[in-house]
């Protein structure tokens, strides 16, 4: 029987990549439950480049500091079916686009295994 791939959910401090920045930034959210291990889990509404203190450096579209730059947009590849504080949770397939080009992905789910 072939494995089937599993997917980890994301937590607080999951490294996060933007194929457009020049360094990986950890993703910091505000508190909230549920938690694993006391750190809180993710959901779509964390794409906000203040409160989730998006920085991967600087942007190669625009020669300038991803945190003035950046501006996600929609969450893809969630999961729907479970809920973290009222929003679908984020895995470590999901990915979020810039809306300047670039593809926000994970390098770490924030799991401490």
């Not at 993703?27 to 959901?43: A, D, I």
Request: glycine share 8%; proline share 10%; charged share 15%.
């Amino acid at each position: 029987m072939a494995d089937r791939p599993s997917h980890e959910y994301i937590q607080a401090g999951a490294l996060l990549q933007c194929d457009k920045g020049s360094l990986p930034c950890p993703l910091s959210v505000p508190p909230r439950t549920p938690t694993v291990g006391g750190q809180p889990w993710c959901n779509t509404n964390d794409r906000d480049p203040v409160v989730n203190r998006l920085n991967f450096g600087v942007c190669a579209v625009t020669q300038k500091a991803c945190p003035a730059t950046c501006q996600p947009t929609q969450w893809q590849n969630v999961q729907t079916s479970v809920d973290v504080a009222g929003r679908p949770a984020l895995l470590d397939s999901s990915f979020i686009m810039c809306a300047v080009g670039g593809r926000l992905t994970f390098l770490t789910s924030g799991q401490l295994v």
